[in-house]
Each structure stands twice: as C-alpha cells, then as structure tokens.
C-alpha cells in the first residue's frame, strides 16, 4: 500500500440515518500523493445505536457515505480507489471502555 496523507481532517457532514433523521456525522479523508488511493474514514454514524447496533452503524455508514460520494469525494479524490472505513464507538464494560474499532464498508 502506498502513503497516504490526509487532505481533510474531522470533516463535519448531514446525513439522514435510517429513520428519516438528519444527522450529524465526521469524515477524514486520506488520499496518496498521485491521487490513485483514497481512505475515507467515517466517525460519528451511529444514530443512537439502537436494536441491531452493527446493522444500525452500517446502514448509517452507507447512508452517510452516498451523501459524500455525490457531493464532496468527487472535488476532492475524483479519480482515486476508495476505500471506505466506519469507526464503531468503544463499548462501556464493567472494568472500563473498549477501544474504537474500524469495520470497512468497502
């Protein structure tokens, strides 16, 4: 894989989650230095998580990601592979929070 260095960094975003609820949610963007390879990391698409919370978080993901993918990804890494990534939110257990973990959603 080639460096990539970021070109946009806490991007703030509206989405509609999937009830109908606009939204808030981040993105940074990544991209190689020759515009070949892009990295779009998505933070903050949960929606309040509820019943199915990877489900919800990945409907939300792809949502989000529709809005960005016809608006501001083709200014910025017109030509490039994207790959898309959604940070999930650490979990509170008992003996303190989990890490947040990246699941790719292309």
Do not use: C
């Amino acid at each position: 894989m080639g460096r990539v260095q970021l070109v946009r960094g806490a991007h703030e975003f509206e989405y509609r989650d999937q009830q109908g609820i606009d939204r808030l949610g981040q993105a940074d963007i990544w991209a190689s230095p020759n515009g070949e390879r892009a990295v779009l990391v998505l933070k903050n698409v949960d929606g309040g998580l509820s019943g199915d919370e990877r489900g919800t978080l990945l409907d939300n993901a792809r949502r989000a990601f529709w809005m960005l993918a016809s608006s501001l990804l083709p200014f910025l890494v017109p030509q490039a592979r994207l790959e898309v990534y959604v940070l999930r939110p650490g979990e509170q257990r008992e003996d303190g929070p989990t890490k947040p973990r990246a699941l790719i959603l292309t």
